[in-house]
């Protein structure tokens, strides 16, 4: 990046931090040396807060993603043990919404009921929607902390059962 580039930082209780990138000069590996640069700040505000916002990154395609995913977070899992349909657009970057790209997806606490589940999950927007569009995210542990201390004590004791 050049030295015309800017970033800014915005850390807001109750939501993920976001990183917006403006005026940058991405040529070359300069997308490679800004996240190696920032990685350990993005882990820290990642696992402080619960989710990372990057705003103008250059990521106009999957081989991007990928790379932009490797760079974060080491070689991506692959999805495995989900009930949903995921097709592999290429690696293991998948479609979150199944094969019609249409619809909505609840939140949910991904691969919850799987005998393992992934410690990170990243989010690319390929083509905006037409309408709405938005991504939400919430932070499972403050939806925990905001049970009656009741049903929080079942779950730890008890468990969660899983049916399809």
Not at 7 to 30: K, L, M
Not at 55 to 73: C, K, M, Q
Not at 90 to 101: E, F, M
Request: negative net charge; contains cysteine; aromatic residues 10%.
């Amino acid at each position: 990046m050049t030295h015309t580039s800017l970033i800014s930082v915005v850390r807001t209780e109750g939501y993920p931090c976001t990183f917006t990138i403006q005026n940058a000069d991405w040529a070359g590996d300069a997308l490679l040396q800004f996240l190696a640069k920032h990685r350990e700040a993005l882990n820290r505000d990642l696992h402080e807060t619960g989710a990372v916002l990057l705003r103008g990154l250059p990521i106009s395609n999957v081989d991007t993603f990928e790379i932009v995913a490797e760079a974060l977070l080491g070689t991506p899992t692959p999805y495995r043990g989900g009930i949903a349909p995921r097709i592999a657009e290429r690696g293991n970057v998948y479609r979150a919404n199944g094969p019609d790209c249409v619809g909505f997806v609840a939140a949910h606490n991904e691969l919850s009921y799987a005998p393992w589940h992934p410690n990170t999950l990243l989010f690319g927007c390929a083509r905006p929607a037409d309408s709405g569009g938005a991504t939400v995210l919430w932070d499972g542990r403050r939806v925990f902390a905001k049970l009656s201390p009741e049903v929080a004590e079942d779950f730890q004791h008890r468990g969660v059962m899983y049916v399809q």
